[in-house]
Nanobody, 126 residues
Framework: QVQLVESGGGLVQAGGSLRLSCSAS????????IGWFRQAPGKEREIVAR????????YYADSVRGRFTISRDNAKNTGYLQMNSLKPEDTAVYYC???????????????????WGQGTQVSVSS
């Protein structure tokens, strides 16, 4: 089993920055593909970014590419999502998720992830 705990959410003005953290316990963190997802009220959950086990391959949704950066520190069992130039439309609950899939194929879908954090609220005011 894996326990994932997000932190770092909050309220920020448009144009501001936040860094989300995802702390893992219970399983070797480096064995997991890590994804960040978000869900806004009335909308479906969507992937924001994803990083492979070694941290050298990343994916970003078009809506955040160039503004958000996903990273990981396997020695600290922690993943990160640096969010810059935040917009009101980034307001959502953000979830960290872990996947044990053998390949990255399909890893942009939430169904590929077995482990989920409880979520952290990010609110961006205009």
């Amino acid at each position: 089993q894996v326990q994932l705990v997000e932190s770092g959410g909050g309220l920020v003005q448009a144009g501001g920055s936040l860094r989300l953290s995802c702390s893992a316990s219970g399983r070797t963190f480096s064995s997991l593909i890590i994804g960040w997802f978000r869900q806004a009220p009335g909308k479906e959950r969507e992937i924001v970014a994803r990083i492979n086990r070694s941290g050298d391959t990343t994916y970003y949704a078009d809506s955040v590419r160039g503004r958000f950066t996903i990273s990981r520190d396997n020695a600290k069992n922690t993943g990160y999502l640096q969010m810059n130039s935040l917009k009101p439309e980034d307001t959502a609950v953000y979830y960290c998720a872990g996947s044990t899939a053998r390949t990255l194929l399909g890893s942009n879908s939430g169904s590929a992830y077995s482990y989920w954090g409880q979520g952290t609220q990010v609110s961006v005011s205009s």
